[in-house]
C-alpha cells in the first residue's frame, strides 16, 4: 500500500519577494500534489494559479537532466553529455585561465533577483566573493528607478516603505501596478479593503485587472507620472490642503538654497566659523539660522541672508509646481482635467492615503524621477509613515560573511547589469571576460536582445548557465549545469510577512541535477576556497545569525516545525522626535543637491527617452509596455502545460483604433518592429489598451514568437542621474514601436 | 438537510484561473477543467468593455450548477447521473455510456468530455473533500477569496447572507434548473 508524506515547503517564485507556504504531498517518491500551507491567520493560507502547476515543472520533459558541454558552435544545439566531475573540473580549469589572462574580475556571476532564493543567492555571491570576481547587480534589471528615487528622497530602497505601508488608509491608489495580475496576494488586502468602504484608485497606461476592480481609473501616457504628481500637487497648493507642518519638520523644504549656484545654503557660506550645517530663514529673529535651533523656520519665500540671494527647497518646489496647473498636466499626461483635480483633492483629504508602486512604474528612461514625484507628492500631504531612528527597518540577516567571504582579502567588483553590456562589449569600465548566470534568462529578458546576441555573446571568452531547462542563455552557453526546482533542495524565505518559512526539500533532486549551493559546494575545493562552502542548512543558519532580536532563537531546527514569525520591534508610539531618514540631510529630501548636473535637483518632468511626441514618433508612433502575465513568473512557468493551456500564444494587444488604422483585425498575424529588432505575434484588438500603446506581455520565449523576440526591440540606454543615484534601470517600458499586418 | 453550493463573489474574482487550476490538481484533470472562467458580458476573455477611460471588465468562474432540477440527470439514458440529498449533483463515470446527451442537456457547459477515457465527467463539489468536512479545493485555493462554499438552505450560514446581503442571483433562470451556485454582482464605481 502507498503511504502518502506532507512536507510544509514554500514557494520562492518572485513576486515581490513575499513567498506562499505549501504543502507537498509525496506518495511513492513522487510528489503529488500542492497545496496551500495552513497558517494560523487564514489571510496567508494562500497559492497562485502558478504555484498550483510547480508540478508540471517539476516534471516537465524538457527538465536538464546532465551537465552539458558545448560540442559545435555557439547556440547550434549541439552537446556533449559530462560527468559532474568533468563538468566542474572543465569549468573551475576554464575560470582559472580567463581570470589568468584578463584579471579576477572579468569573471563575473549574474544572479536574478535574492527573491528566487535566500542562500542561493548568498551562496552565489560568496563565491564571487571568494573568486574575488564581479558581481553583476541585477537591480538594473528593471528594478533600480525605484531604489534610485527613495534613495535620493528617502534615504532607503523601498518607497512603498514610506507612502504604502500605512496603517488604515481611507484611499488605496495603486500607481503603474497591477497586483491583481503580477501578485495576487496583495490584491486580496486592497478588496478587502474595498469592502470595508475603502476607494481603490488605479493609475496606468493599461486598463489592467486591478484597473478593473478601481472606483477610478486614470488612464496616463507611458512614462508621464511625474507630471500627473505635480498636477497633483498644483491642485493641493491651490486648495491649501499641504501639510505646511509635515513639510517644514521633516523635508528640507526649510532649508535655504542659494541662488547662484543652487546648492544648500550651509553655515560656512555665512561665517569663516560655520560648517555644513544646512540653514532656514528665522523668521523670529529675520536672520538666516543654523536649521536646528530656529525659532520660527520659513517654509517659503526668497532671503538674502549675508547677501547671498536664496530661496527656501519649498519655494523652489512650489515655483516648479506653479508651472504644472492641472490643464497642462492634463495635456502631457492624457489624464482628463477633472479627474486630477478630484484625486489631488481625495490623495489630500481622505488620509491617510497610501501609494502602492511597484517596479514596473520605474522602466521608463527617467522612472526614477517618477518614483520621486510621487513621493514629494506623498510628503506635500504628510501622507508619509514615519521610520524609526533606524529607518524602517526590515529583518537584519547576517549577510556580511556572504558579501565579503575573507576578511584578508577584498571580496567581488559590483557592476549594474547595465555597466555589463559595456564592460563585456568595449571593456568598460574593465573588461568581462566570462560570466555565469544563475537563476536569470538574460538573452531573454535583458533589453536589447540583438546587441547582446551580436556585441556581447561572441566577446565572452566562457559562458555557464545553471539552469532547470535549455533557455535562450542556456542555448548560447559553453556548460550548462542542471539545477533542481524548489521542491527538490532547502533553502530559507521570506514570507507571508511577517514569517519566514523553510523551503524544505521536499523529494531529492532528480536525473543528475543539482541545487545551486551544492553545486558551488562541489566547485569551490577546485578553486582552493572549500572551507567557505557548506551544505544548505548551514548556510541557513549562518544568515540567521546576526544577532537581530527580530529572529531571536530562529534556526533550521525551529523552521523545520514550521514558519517563524518575525518578531517586530516595537514602534515608538511618538514617532516624531525621533523620525530619521537616512538622506545627506536626514529628512525628506525633494530637492537633491547630487542631481543637480542633471538638471533634477528637483521632481521635474522630462519626457521619456523614446516619447510619443519626439520626432522618432513620426516613424514609430506606439509606445510598448510589457505587462506582466498572470500566467508567468517572468520568464518561469512558461514552460507549465496547464497555464499554456490557458495562454497558448503572446499576443500584441492593441487598441481597436490604432488595429483600424493598420487595416488589422483580431487574430491577425502582426510584425512589431523599430530600428533594433521585430517580432511577429497574432495581434489581440482590447480596448483596454489606450490608443497609442500596445503591449504585449512579458516572459515569452523566442519559440512561442512566429519569428524575432520581444526585447529585440527595447532600448539598453543608461540614464547617468540613476548611475549617480544608485544604478542605471532597463526602461521595458519606454520604447517606440511601429505594428503592421504581415 | 443541507443543500451544499457555492457563491461566487464577482467582485473579488481576478480572473486568475487559480480555480480552474486548482481543479485540476485535485480531481486528475489532464485537459479542460471543470471550472472554467469566461468574461461575465461575453467579450473575448481578458479584453476590456467600452472606451477608454470607461471601461469595465468582469470574470466569471463557470462550474456544474448543481440544480435542484438537473438537465443532465434527465437527459443521462445510464442513469449515470444522480443528485444526492444534499444538493451535490454526481456523475458517476462507471456508468457512462459516452453518448455525450449530458453535454448538450446541460444549459451551463458544465460538463466535461475526456477524449481519452470516453466518459464525461463533472464537478461534485470535491464530494472527497465534503466528506473529509474540507472545502471544495477551488475555494481553498481562491487567492481573492472570491469563492465561498457553504449550506444554502441554512438562512444563517455565511453563504446565505452573503445572498441577501449582496442579491446574490443565479444563471439562466429561464431554464428552471434552480442552480446551487449563487454570483454576487460587481459593486458600481464609487468616484472619489
Same mark, same amino acid.
Given at each position: ?52 502547476? +510547480? ?27 559530462? /560527468?559532474?566531475?568533468?563538468a566542474l573540473d572543465y569549468v573551475a580549469e576554464r575560470l582559472k585561465d580567463v581570470a589568468a589572462k584578463h584579471?579576477?574580475? /572579468? ?60 496603517e488604515e488608509p481611507r484611499l488605496n491608489i495603486c500607481w503603474g501596478t497591477n497586483p491583481a495580475e503580477s ?37 496616463? %501616457? ?20 499641504? #501639510? ?125 524621477? +517618477? ?21 524602517? %527597518? ?37 573588461? =568581462? ?31 555557464? =548557465? ?5 533557455? +535562450? ?84 531546527? %525551529? ?8 518578531? /517586530? ?16 540631510? $536626514? ?52 514552460? /507549465? ?16 483604433? #490604432? ?6 483585425? #483580431?487574430? #491577425? ?11 511577429? =505575434? ?16 512579458? $516572459? ?43 | ?91 458517476? *463515470? ?22 481519452? *477515457?470516453?466518459?464525461? *465527467? ?71
Amino acid at each position: 500500500m502507498s503511504t502518502e508524506t506532507v512536507v510544509h515547503t514554500a514557494c520562492p517564485a518572485h513576486c515581490s519577494g513575499n513567498a506562499c507556504g505549501i504543502l507537498a504531498h509525496v506518495r511513492d517518491g513522487q510528489v503529488s500534489k500542492l497545496e496551500p500551507a495552513t497558517f494560523p491567520d487564514n489571510r496567508y493560507t494562500r497559492i497562485c494559479q502558478k504555484g498550483l502547476t +510547480t508540478l508540471q515543472i517539476l516534471y516537465h520533459p524538457d527538465r536538464l537532466r546532465y551537465p552539458l558541454r558545448r560540442a559545435g558552435a555557439r547556440g547550434e544545439g549541439k552537446w556533449q553529455q559530462l /560527468s559532474w566531475d568533468e563538468a566542474l573540473d572543465y569549468v573551475a580549469e576554464r575560470l582559472k585561465d580567463v581570470a589568468a589572462k584578463h584579471g579576477r574580475r /572579468s569573471v563575473a556571476w549574474v544572479l536574478g533577483g535574492p527573491g528566487s532564493g535566500t542562500v542561493k543567492f548568498g551562496a552565489y555571491t560568496r563565491f564571487a566573493g571568494c573568486f574575488q570576481g564581479t558581481r553583476v547587480s541585477t537591480w538594473g534589471y528593471g528594478d533600480a528607478a525605484g531604489p534610485c528615487g527613495t534613495i535620493s528622497t528617502f534615504g532607503a530602497h523601498q518607497l512603498g516603505d514610506f507612502v504604502a505601508n500605512l496603517e488604515e488608509p481611507r484611499l488605496n491608489i495603486c500607481w503603474g501596478t497591477n497586483p491583481a495580475e503580477s501578485g495576487p496576494f496583495r490584491m486580496r488586502s486592497l478588496l478587502d479593503a474595498k469592502e470595508r468602504g475603502v476607494k481603490l484608485v488605479v493609475i496606468d497606461p493599461i486598463f489592467t485587472i486591478t484597473a478593473s476592480k478601481a472606483d477610478e481609473f486614470l488612464a496616463v %501616457r507611458p512614462g508621464t507620472d511625474a507630471a500627473l504628481a505635480l498636477g497633483m500637487m498644483h491642485q493641493i497648493l491651490e486648495d491649501g490642503l499641504e #501639510d505646511r507642518d509635515f513639510m517644514s519638520r521633516y523635508t528640507v523644504g526649510p532649508y535655504l538654497v542659494r541662488q547662484d549656484n543652487s546648492r544648500y545654503l550651509r553655515g560656512r557660506d555665512l561665517s569663516p566659523d560655520g560648517d555644513d550645517t544646512y540653514m532656514v530663514w528665522d523668521m523670529a529673529v529675520g536672520e538666516a539660522r543654523v536649521a536646528d535651533s530656529a525659532v520660527k523656520p520659513a517654509l517659503e519665500g526668497s532671503y538674502n541672508p549675508g547677501s547671498v540671494s536664496c530661496k527656501t527647497a519649498f519655494q523652489m518646489l512650489k515655483e516648479l509646481i506653479q508651472e504644472y496647473p492641472p490643464s497642462r498636466a492634463a495635456e502631457i499626461t492624457g489624464v482628463s482635467e477633472d479627474k486630477i483635480v478630484r484625486m489631488a483633492r481625495a490623495y489630500a483629504t481622505l488620509k491617510p492615503a497610501a501609494i502602492l508602486t511597484n517596479n514596473g512604474l520605474g522602466r521608463t528612461y527617467h522612472g526614477d524621477i +517618477t518614483f520621486r514625484a510621487v513621493g514629494t507628492l506623498a510628503a506635500l500631504t504628510g501622507n508619509i509613515r514615519l521610520p524609526g531612528p533606524a529607518g524602517h %527597518r526590515g529583518v537584519q540577516y547576517n549577510w556580511g560573511p556572504f558579501l565579503k567571504p575573507r576578511a584578508d582579502q577584498p571580496s567581488y567588483s559590483r557592476l549594474g547589469i547595465l555597466n555589463m553590456y559595456d564592460a563585456i562589449a568595449r571593456g568598460e569600465p574593465y573588461p =568581462v571576460r566570462a560570466a555565469w548566470f544563475a537563476f536569470i534568462n538574460f538573452i531573454n529578458q535583458c533589453t536589447n536582445n540583438n546587441r547582446i546576441l551580436n556585441e556581447i555573446i561572441p566577446e565572452l571568452e566562457f559562458i555557464v =548557465v545553471a539552469d532547470m531547462f535549455m533557455t +535562450t542563455t542556456a542555448q548560447h552557453a559553453d556548460v550548462v549545469l542542471p539545477v533542481c526546482t524548489f521542491l527538490e533542495f532547502t533553502d530559507m524565505v521570506n514570507g507571508p510577512h511577517p514569517y519566514i518559512q523553510l523551503q524544505q526539500r521536499v523529494i531529492p533532486p532528480l536525473y543528475e541535477s543539482k541545487s545551486d549551493v551544492q553545486i558551488l559546494r562541489e566547485l569551490a575545493p577546485r578553486l582552493g576556497f572549500d572551507e567557505y562552502f557548506k551544505t544548505e542548512e548551514e548556510f541557513i543558519d549562518l544568515l540567521l545569525d546576526s544577532g537581530d532580536p527580530s529572529i531571536e532563537g530562529i534556526n533550521v531546527q %525551529r523552521l523545520k516545525e514550521g514558519p517563524a514569525t518575525i518578531k /517586530s520591534p516595537p514602534r515608538p508610539t511618538d514617532h516624531t522626535a525621533s523620525a530619521q531618514f537616512r538622506t545627506p540631510s $536626514g529628512r525628506i529630501e525633494f530637492y537633491v543637491e547630487k542631481l543637480l548636473p542633471f538638471g533634477e535637483a528637483l521632481p521635474v518632468h522630462k519626457e521619456p527617452l523614446e516619447s510619443n511626441r519626439t520626432p522618432l514618433a513620426r516613424k514609430y508612433p506606439l509606445s510598448l509596455v510589457q505587462v506582466h502575465s498572470k500566467f508567468h513568473v517572468h520568464s518561469s512557468y512558461v514552460k /507549465s502545460a496547464w497555464l499554456h493551456e490557458l495562454d497558448t500564444e503572446p499576443l500584441l494587444e492593441i487598441n481597436p483604433a #490604432d488595429a483600424s488604422k493598420r487595416q488589422i483585425q #483580431d487574430g #491577425d498575424l502582426v510584425e512589431m518592429f523599430n530600428d533594433r529588432g521585430q517580432v511577429k =505575434v497574432k495581434a489581440k484588438l482590447n480596448a483596454g489598451v489606450q490608443p497609442g500603446v500596445v503591449n504585449l506581455t512579458h $516572459g515569452w520565449w523566442p519559440s512561442h514568437f512566429r519569428e524575432g523576440n520581444l526585447n529585440a526591440l527595447t532600448n539598453d540606454a543608461i540614464n547617468p542621474a540613476q548611475e549617480a543615484a544608485y544604478e542605471a534601470n532597463m526602461c521595458m517600458n519606454d520604447n517606440l514601436v511601429e505594428v503592421r499586418k504581415v | 438537510m443541507p443543500r451544499y453550493g457555492l457563491v461566487i463573489d464577482l467582485e473579488r474574482c481576478i480572473g486568475c484561473h487559480a480555480c480552474a487550476i486548482a481543479c485540476k490538481v485535485e480531481n486528475d484533470i489532464e485537459q479542460g477543467s471543470w471550472m472554467r472562467v469566461e468574461m461575465l458580458d461575453g467579450q473575448p476573455l481578458d479584453t476590456a468593455r467600452g472606451q477608454s477611460p470607461k471601461l469595465t471588465m468582469h470574470y466569471l468562474p463557470l462550474a456544474c450548477m448543481h440544480c435542484q432540477d438537473p438537465p443532465c440527470m434527465d437527459a443521462c439514458p445510464a442513469n449515470a447521473i444522480y443528485r444526492r440529498d444534499d444538493g451535490v449533483v454526481i456523475l458517476d *463515470t462507471s456508468k457512462c455510456n459516452g453518448c455525450q446527451d449530458c453535454l448538450s442537456a446541460c444549459p451551463y457547459g458544465a460538463i466535461l468530455w475526456v477524449e481519452t *477515457t470516453g466518459v464525461a *465527467t463533472k464537478c461534485h463539489l470535491c464530494a472527497h473533500r465534503l466528506e473529509k468536512g474540507l472545502e471544495p479545493f477551488c475555494a481553498l485555493c481562491c487567492e481573492t477569496k472570491a469563492i465561498h462554499f457553504g449550506d444554502l438552505s441554512d438562512p444563517q450560514s455565511r453563504v446565505s447572507q452573503l445572498i441577501t446581503r449582496r442579491s446574490g442571483y443565479t444563471l439562466k433562470l429561464k431554464e428552471r434548473t434552480e442552480p446551487a451556485i449563487y454570483y454576487l454582482p460587481p459593486l458600481n464605481q464609487r468616484p472619489v
